[in-house]
């Protein structure tokens, strides 16, 4: 079957969009059963400043989950189809500002505990598992016994990370996981800009033949399949009119925010330096007004006044 690849933004919005469809993949790779969902794209927009009015956009989803045993969850997903170094400092930046948001729940605003999912569409070089799970354990260091309890306090701090490699993934389809990931498998191609792929495989249960439902219709309808198409034409036009890919803008902007931390700092040196001065002028200043006084009594004293 001819299906879109699911990790174009346009696509993957496509398939979040539905309620089945988030509770499976958020599930799956959390290997817990999710009893509600609601997932909010943020769509961050990227202008250029030469007037010619391109702009390209960027979607980061957020998915508040509900979990079987009643815990609430913020869970970070993020796609990432090539490697910048600079992408490093973004996903920290957003990391960084998520963790200051308070959410929403039932009209209250609550702090939640956060988990990131990454899919990257590059290798780690030094990691050949296509999944892995970064988790964290609560560990006695007095007695380096594992501690099973959680605290809220520190589940609030810190958080869990899961990180997909999507060149990683092998055509196996035997557990619930590789179902999932044989979706996001990134072969059996039909077009050079890796678009469209046939899946080949059998979907064997109703929320996987969903998904696979969902993006066989935004690859074969024609409506649907521009926007990805124009997702990929957007960011070839940025390349070949400004020089830079979207991840080299956000680098270059990340630079530039650096540049002024900098310039800030030694700003703030500089005014340091001043403060010192002023401070040892004032000082100089003052020991000279107290000889100046004691000059001034020795000549009352040997009545040279």
Do not use: W
């Not at 920290?92 to 605003?109: A, H, S, T």
């Not at 964290?136 to 490699?165: A, G, M, P």
């Not at 969902?214 to 198409?229: A, D, F, S, V």
């Amino acid at each position: 079957m001819i299906i879109a690849n699911p990790i174009y933004d346009v696509a993957f919005k496509f398939l979040m969009d539905d309620d089945r469809v988030a509770k499976f993949f958020i599930g799956t790779i959390l290997e817990e059963q999710i009893e509600d969902v609601s997932v909010k794209p943020q769509e961050l927009v990227y202008k250029d400043e030469s007037g010619a009015g391109f702009a390209i956009f960027r979607l980061d989803f957020i998915a508040t989950v509900r979990t079987a045993d009643g815990e609430l969850k913020k869970v970070l997903i993020e796609i990432q189809k090539a490697k910048n170094a600079i992408d490093l400092m973004r996903f920290r930046r957003y990391l960084g500002e998520q963790y200051k948001k308070q959410d929403e729940v039932n009209g209250k605003k609550v702090v939640l505990p956060i988990v990131t999912i990454y899919l990257l569409g590059f290798n780690l070089p030094e990691i050949e598992s296509c999944v892995v799970k970064v988790n964290r354990q609560y560990v006695d260091l007095e007695t380096h016994e594992i501690l099973h309890k959680k605290s809220e306090f520190i589940e609030k701090l810190s958080h869990d990370c899961y990180v997909v490699q999507l060149g990683r993934i092998k055509s196996k389809f035997q557990t619930k996981l590789d179902k999932l990931l044989s979706v996001f498998e990134q072969n059996y191609f039909f077009d050079e800009n890796k678009i469209l792929k046939e899946y080949k495989h059998e979907a064997d249960n109703p929320s996987l033949a969903l998904m696979i439902n969902k993006l066989h219709y935004m690859g074969t309808e024609p409506l649907e399949k521009k926007k990805i198409e124009d997702e990929e034409e957007v960011h070839r036009v940025f390349e070949v009119f400004f020089g830079a890919t979207l991840q080299e803008l956000e680098g270059k902007i990340a630079q530039k925010e650096k540049a002024l931390e900098e310039k800030d700092k030694a700003l703030g040196e500089k005014d340091k330096v001043l403060e010192e001065k002023d401070k040892v002028l004032e000082e100089k200043n003052k020991a000279l007004e107290e000889n100046a006084k004691l000059i001034e009594e020795l000549k009352r004293k040997l009545g040279l006044d």
